[in-house]
T-cell receptor, first 111, second 111 residues
Framework: GQNIDQPTEMTATEGAIVQINCTYQ??????LFWYQQHAGEAPTFLSY??LDGLEEKGRFSSFLSRSKGYSYLLLKELQMKDSASYLC????????????WGAGTKLIIKP | SQTIHQWPATLVQPVGSPLSLECTVE??????LYWYRQAAGRGLQLLFY??????ISSEVPQNLSASRPQDRQFILSSKKLLLSDSGFYLC??????????FGPGTRLTVL
């Protein structure tokens, strides 16, 4: 089946930089999403990459390599409010209507 | 702009009781609509999706059902809740770019 893998948990220090990786199977690839989910809240959209390269949005950037089946979310100048789970997702190969979700990476920010 | 509403925000129900969760979307027409469940500390599990009025696709066999009586209304139901139905229920709609936008969620506890 179509799998998306990301680390379960990461820890970083306030003010630092952290990179959260996501790997996926490349067959039929059609873009990759990143979402942020604070504890007890719904996921919110962060980015959508279709082409290779880095896309920057303020402190958050997302990178995609389609040939390697690899993406990462880069968070700079970490703030305590960045403590959250980060989910990557890709459109399903089998359906135009579904996203396949990774299990999420819980990011813990320490002072 | 589009908004998505879910209610109630929290719900505590006894085992064997019925369930009805409602989701409505504003600001868009004929959206693809989704119900997800998220267990504590876990990823998103797709339960149902709908691409139009009266059309429901079920992803996971269980004691839940869904209905779409109107274009922008999506309802999740159960006749008899199980303990395993506890979780965070999220409704989402999908844009033309495959982005999914989530409602605030309903936290269901079955006792």
């Amino acid at each position: 089946g179509q799998n998306i893998d990301q680390p379960t948990e990461m820890t970083a220090t306030e003010g630092a930089i952290v990179q959260i990786n996501c790997t996926y199977q490349t067959s039929g690839f059609n873009g990759l999403f990143w979402y942020q989910q604070h504890a007890g809240e719904a996921p919110t959209f962060l980015s959508y990459n279709v082409l290779d390269g880095l896309e920057e949005k303020g402190r958050f950037s997302s990178f995609l390599s389609r040939s390697k089946g690899y993406s990462y979310l880069l968070l700079k100048e970490l703030q305590m409010k960045d403590s959250a789970s980060y989910l990557c997702a890709a459109p399903s190969w089998d359906s135009n209507y579904q996203l396949i979700w990774g299990a999420g990476t819980k990011l813990i920010i320490k002072p | 702009s589009q908004t998505i509403h879910q209610w109630p925000a929290t719900l505590v129900q006894p085992v064997g009781s019925p369930l009805s969760l409602e989701c409505t979307v504003e600001g868009t027409s004929n959206p693809n609509l989704y119900w997800y469940r998220q267990a504590a500390g876990r990823g998103l599990q797709l339960l149902f999706y709908s691409v139009g009025i009266g059309q429901i696709s079920s992803e996971v066999p269980q004691n839940l059902s869904a209905s779409r009586p109107q274009d922008r209304q999506f309802i999740l139901s159960s006749k008899k809740l199980l303990l395993s139905d506890s979780g965070f229920y999220l409704c989402a709609w999908q844009s033309g770019y495959n982005e999914q936008f989530f409602g605030p969620g309903t936290r269901l506890t079955v006792l």
